[in-house]
């Protein structure tokens, strides 16, 4: 049953100030009779209500809650609107959520360089490439690559030679000269022997045979195996002209 006041009928009176009401007018009350109100948001009203799909913060979740935030399957991650629209959240067919397979900047496992281990550090499992021949998987020196593994599971180091094998004689007289003269690519060791009758002294580019910059000695058919890579260069000298050497190297 409606009120009238002030010549004005309403259906749900507001008890309050009934002659402000319009000439018909509903109210929106719950079933303890409570009027509901509302609050301008945005340049429009909205009930102060919540419904069944809205939680306080920190309230414990019941089984059988009604949700507003919903997903979608998409056995295929692909996007469902444009640039700037609402989307709802997709998983896949086993209920997973798609995200993105980037990982943060930082994590538990990242550490600075030059700081200090911490008993219960938690490291990444580290990956390798297999590499059949060996060499630099990167354009430049400097770059980050990979650690490597030969075809039969080994990890490369640096002393273990599996490319290629060299060998060849050169004439050592009284003045230094590289054995080789272009070292083989990638060299991992080199084997140097005296073949001819006399002395042998071998080093770097100033390697004598006497005083004090005078090698290691070697007699005929003496010979060593320096671990040395390409980028070294091995010299010799011999204490007369027309000495043969022999040179074996391994990368």
């Known amino acids: ?7 004005k009928t309403q259906i749900s009176a507001n008890t309050a100030a009934i002659t402000s009401g319009d000439n018909i007018a509903s109210y929106l009350i719950d079933a303890a009779g409570n009027l509901f109100t509302s609050s301008l948001v945005g340049a429009k009203y909205h009930l102060d209500t919540y419904d069944a799909g809205s939680k306080v913060e920190d309230v414990a979740h019941v089984s059988g809650d009604v949700l507003n935030t919903y997903a979608v399957r998409s056995d295929t991650a692909t996007a469902l609107g444009a640039d700037g629209d609402y989307v709802p959240f997709i998983t896949d067919a086993d209920g997973k959520l ?5 990982l943060p900047a930082i994590q538990d496992f990242t550490k600075a360089e030059d700081s200090a281990s911490t008993t219960g550090d938690i490291l990444a499992i ?7 021949v060996a060499g630099s998987q990167v354009s430049a020196d400097g770059d980050y690559a990979w650690m490597q593994q030969n075809k039969v599971g080994e990890m490369r180091v640096a002393n273990k030679a599996e490319t290629a094998i060299l060998q060849q004689v050169i004439t050592v ?15 991992k060791n080199v084997m140097v022997q005296m073949l001819s009758g006399g ?53």
Request: a negative charge.
């Open 126 to 132: 580290m990956g390798v490439v297999r590499n059949d």
């Open 98 to 102: 798609w995200t993105a397979a980037s």
């Open 1 to 7: 049953m409606g009120i009238v006041a002030g010549g």
């Open 173 to 187: 007289g009284t003045t230094a000269v590289a054995l080789p003269a272009t070292p083989l690519a990638a060299r």
């Open 199 to 251: 002395s042998l002294y071998i080093g770097s580019a100033t390697v004598t045979s006497s005083g004090a910059t005078r090698g290691p000695l070697l007699g005929r058919g003496g010979f060593v195996t320096l671990d040395v890579s390409d980028d070294i260069d091995v010299y010799g000298i011999a204490d007369a002209a027309g000495k043969d050497v022999a040179v074996l190297e391994m990368a």
